[in-house]
């Protein structure tokens, strides 16, 4: 989760107060934001470019020469989106005073250089806090009234924004005071969603916005936080859903076989989609980027190129913005300072080589993408990219897990494939309809059959099984005095060291 944006955001409140001409020149009030649009409403489609920049906050405080630079560089290395806060603490920092001016300045000069908009409705004033005068990261105390100032974003900016999200990272405190509370969270996206539709019923509107931590102090787990969004009754309230896929020493396409990773943490999430019937709603990266200040300026470009080839092979995948242009200063000992693809002094580093090269060559497919296209379809949909397990390539689909092995392609189920996933062990065999044997040097075989589970066996008492046993209905249990015994359906094999095996029908 980023830091920065709250900073600048706060610094800003000085100018506001001190410069601000506050009026309202936009439309009357909306209606009840409960009215008229809800759950069912046709979803909009994604008008968003595949590829955008996610801008820290700062960009509305920048001079004119550093926003027409900006922009400028935008263009010239062909990225046509970029992500934009606009903060209700900042437009409304006076109960029913509005002052866009900020806001209009940049959206309009983005507007007139054709560059999608993708903004952020965030951000609370101090008169909408409970009790008044709390942090701007704290939850508005109206759901409704937050809704009813989405809906006034949407109408002043329809057919120059596209897209909005609602709120930023409410899974962790940082950014939703005074602690994560998906059910709260939800409130203001049910109040958000019907008046933005009312407003534009062209907009895309994108709820969630989480970050990728796991459970901590003032942290929620993201794929825990959607399961309590749709507990909530978040379902109809959004088009698509955006996470923040962040992890600064794993490829995000390493991450498919290790838990709490972006990867493992995404694919989640399109569960619960799945499971609450929007499975055919897109998960946007909306911000996603590596720091020099962590990471060498060739691991930030490799790690950007694996994240962007990596990302859309998801089927669920949606547009990318990274995080962030331009370094805010480059040499900085703190992360947050070092995200751009370019250095403060507007030289761009290797990652913006990259990415203006996978848009030149329209995000081109990685090889061993290509060659899994070919997989039968009984395998189902893609759930996760193309991956290495091992040397191997492999990938994970909706009913089975695919490894490209010198033969041809092999699939495990995937409760066979996950079972041993933690070893990295390859199958050597199909699966026959009750085990799949793999390539462990003490020998490994997996039952797997709606009879006895998921059991895993090996040494020993593999070589002393035979069919007539039946599957494994155990898994390998110690013995007292050592040794260990495994039952299956017809019997069992006991292992003893030193003296063998023994089985028993």
Do not use: C
């Not at 995080?323 to 507007?346: H, I, K, N």
């Amino acid at each position: 989760m980023r830091r920065t944006r709250i900073g600048a955001l706060i610094s800003a409140a000085t100018v506001v107060l001190v410069t601000a001409t506050l009026t309202w020149s936009g439309p009357s009030l909306l209606a009840s934001p409960e009215a008229s649009v809800g759950p069912g409403v046709a979803h909009a489609q994604t008008t968003q470019p595949p590829l955008g920049v996610s801008d820290s906050g700062a960009l509305l405080w920048s001079s004119d020469a550093e926003l027409n630079t900006t922009l400028s560089m935008l263009s010239a290395a062909g990225i046509s989106s970029i992500r934009l806060s606009i903060p209700w603490f900042n437009v409304e920092y006076t109960r029913n005073q509005l002052d866009w001016s900020s806001v209009d300045r940049v959206v309009n000069a983005v507007h007139a250089r054709g560059i999608s908009i993708l903004g952020i409705i965030a951000y609370t004033p101090p008169w909408a806090t409970s009790p008044a005068g709390q942090p701007l990261n704290t939850r508005p105390a109206s759901p409704a009234t937050f809704g009813q100032f989405a809906g006034k974003v949407a109408a002043r900016y329809a057919g120059k924004i596209s897209a909005y999200e609602i709120w930023n990272e409410p899974n962790g405190a940082m950014f939703y005071g005074p602690s994560p509370d998906a059910a709260g969270y939800t409130q203001l996206l049910k109040a958000a969603y019907p008046a933005i539709k009312a407003a534009d019923a062209s907009a895309t509107v994108i709820g969630g916005v989480l970050g990728a931590v796991e459970d901590g102090p003032g942290m929620v787990n993201p794929v825990t936080f959607v399961n309590q969004m749709y507990s909530a009754g978040a379902a109809g309230y959004f088009d698509a859903f955006s996470y923040h896929p962040y992890q600064y020493s794993l490829k995000f396409g390493d991450g498919v076989y290790v838990d709490h990773s972006p990867a493992r943490q995404a694919m989640d999430i399109h569960a619960a989609m799945v499971a609450n019937g929007d499975g055919n709603k897109k998960i946007w990266a909306t911000e996603y980027g590596v720091p020099t200040a962590y990471a060498s300026e060739t691991a930030q470009s490799d790690m950007i190129t694996n994240f962007i080839t990596k990302w859309r092979e998801l089927p669920y995948a949606g547009p990318i913005h990274l995080y962030q242009l331009r370094d805010q200063q480059t040499g900085s000992s703190d992360p947050e300072m070092t995200f751009g693809l370019l250095r403060t002094d507007w030289s761009g580093k290797p990652a913006l080589w990259a990415v203006m090269s996978q848009i030149m060559n329209g995000f081109p497919t990685s090889a061993e993408h290509t060659r899994f296209q070919s997989v039968p379809a009984s395998s189902g949909a893609a759930l996760s990219p193309v991956f290495l397990v091992r040397d191997t390539w492999a990938q994970i689909r909706q009913n089975a897990v695919v490894f490209e092995m010198p033969g041809g392609f092999v699939t495990s189920p995937r409760a066979v494939a996950d079972a041993v996933r933690y070893s990295g062990f390859l199958p050597t065999t199909s699966f026959n309809g009750t085990y799949q044997d793999f390539d462990s040097p003490f020998g490994l075989r997996v039952f797997s059959t709606q009879l006895g589970g998921t059991r895993l066996i090996g040494g020993g008492i593999v070589a002393a099984w035979d069919p007539t046993l039946g599957p494994a209905t155990s898994d390998e249990t110690p013995l007292p005095g050592g040794g260990v015994r495994v039952n299956f359906q017809y019997g069992n094999i006991t292992w003893i060291p030193g003296a063998g095996t023994t089985v028993t029908r």
